[in-house]
């Protein structure tokens, strides 16, 4: 469900300049917003915020989402914490008293997706400029842009098109700092360690849209 794309290069030729693989830092925190536009098989629109800490050095991750909404109806959403030091992810919601333990694979850093084109420009103007990198990729009909700080590959935002079923997936990514402010963000609730193994479903099948960093 998460996919944490690694850093695939482009096959290298003696012809092409092979560009350095761009990846977010090892700790950070940032907030986004995301998006999801679909035209099938019904016309949907779902949109919404997540607060994300992210420690590769630790191997854990945490998701909070709120404020989801479906065609402008709430969809109540639960947190995604991952565990990868002990390979399991815990998926919860603490007002509806529920938590789920599910095994999870290797932690994978957070990069831009394999591309074939890049190029580089700016955002805003004078003083007020920052040099942006915007990565672009193709796979079957389906477009992903992804737009980092030049210099130091901080996420920006990230489109997704595909041509088949007219449709897009947006996200901007906001506030983010380096770092872990508060660790016990990584904290597994008191909810969950007296859960019993795949007694509970996920309430909400979560669609690509919440699938962060689906670059
Ligand atoms: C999520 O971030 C928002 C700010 O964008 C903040 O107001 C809220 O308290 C945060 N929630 C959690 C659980 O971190
Ligand atoms: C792309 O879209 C066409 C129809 O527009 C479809 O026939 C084809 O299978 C799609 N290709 C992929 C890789 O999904």
């Not at 565990?83 to 399991?88: A, L, N, T």
């Not at 360690?193 to 689906?214: L, S």
Request: glycine share 4%; hydrophobic share 35%; net charge positive.
């Amino acid at each position: 469900m998460l996919l944490l794309v690694a850093c695939l290069l482009v096959a290298s030729t003696y012809m092409h300049t092979v560009e350095a693989c761009c990846c977010m830092p090892e700790k950070f925190e940032l907030h986004e917003y995301v998006e999801d536009v679909f035209t099938w098989p019904f016309a949907s629109i779902q949109t919404g915020y997540a607060n994300i800490s992210f420690d590769l050095k630790v191997k854990k991750s945490v998701f909070f989402f709120y404020d989801v909404k479906k065609n402008g109806k709430d969809v109540p959403t639960p947190t995604y914490l991952f565990d990868h030091s002990s390979g399991f992810l815990y998926v919860y919601d603490l007002r509806s008293k529920y938590c789920k333990k599910l095994p999870t694979g290797k932690m994978s850093p957070v990069c831009v997706p394999a591309y074939k084109s890049t190029y580089i420009t700016d955002l805003g103007a004078a003083k007020d400029m920052i040099s942006v990198k915007i990565y672009q990729s193709t796979s079957g009909n389906q477009t992903t842009i992804t737009t980092v700080t030049k210099e130091k590959c901080y996420l920006i935002s990230s489109e997704l098109y595909d041509s088949e079923y007219p449709t897009s997936l947006r996200t901007q990514f906001y506030g983010t700092t380096l770092g872990i402010k508060d660790p016990s963000v990584f904290k597994i609730p008191a909810i969950c360690k007296k859960i019993f193994w795949n007694t509970q479903e996920i309430p909400e099948v979560h669609r690509r849209g919440f699938h962060p960093f689906y670059l």
